[in-house]
């Protein structure tokens, strides 16, 4: 069944073309982090290309794209807030010697598929099938890469070994 795509109406790649690159510098201060700033930006055009607005000139025009931009970067930051994230180094801290650090930071070497298994399961202690139902994966399907995952950071873990 082919995907039904809309068009981009002339206005909306005039707009981006005109205040693309002010929108995008103004998104990066104000989230301080690239692809959040990217993420912003593309949801403003959205919003013009779905909401489709009438403006009183090109003034009105601007002004809305920026609101509306600042409005999304004020989301961004507030869902930091309800959200906690962990920096790979405080990862790699927890350890409470230098292997288990070490080892924690192998894992965070891995393949997101297995990385998710593999922490789910050794570090959580979530049986296989929990993480099953957790990821919406089957149950052969997590035993495999909980398996590939443990090889992978072998391989890994032995070659540092030899350095």
Known sequence: MPIKTKK???DAERALEEYG???????SVMT????DAQDAVQDCFLRYITKA???NGAEHEKAWLIRVATNIC???LRSRKRTSFVSLDEIRNLGTSEDNAQILGLLMTL????RAVMHLHYVEGYKTEEISSLLGISLSAVKKRLQRGRDALREIYEKEAKQ
Do not use: A, T
């Not at 301080?32 to 692809?35: A, K, T, V």
């Open 8 to 10: 981009i109406p002339p």
């Open 21 to 27: 690159n002010s929108l995008y510098r103004l998104c």
């Open 32 to 35: 301080g982090n690239r692809e």
């Open 53 to 55: 607005p009438d403006f």
């Open 74 to 76: 004020h989301d961004i």
């Open 111 to 114: 393949e997101e598929k297995y």
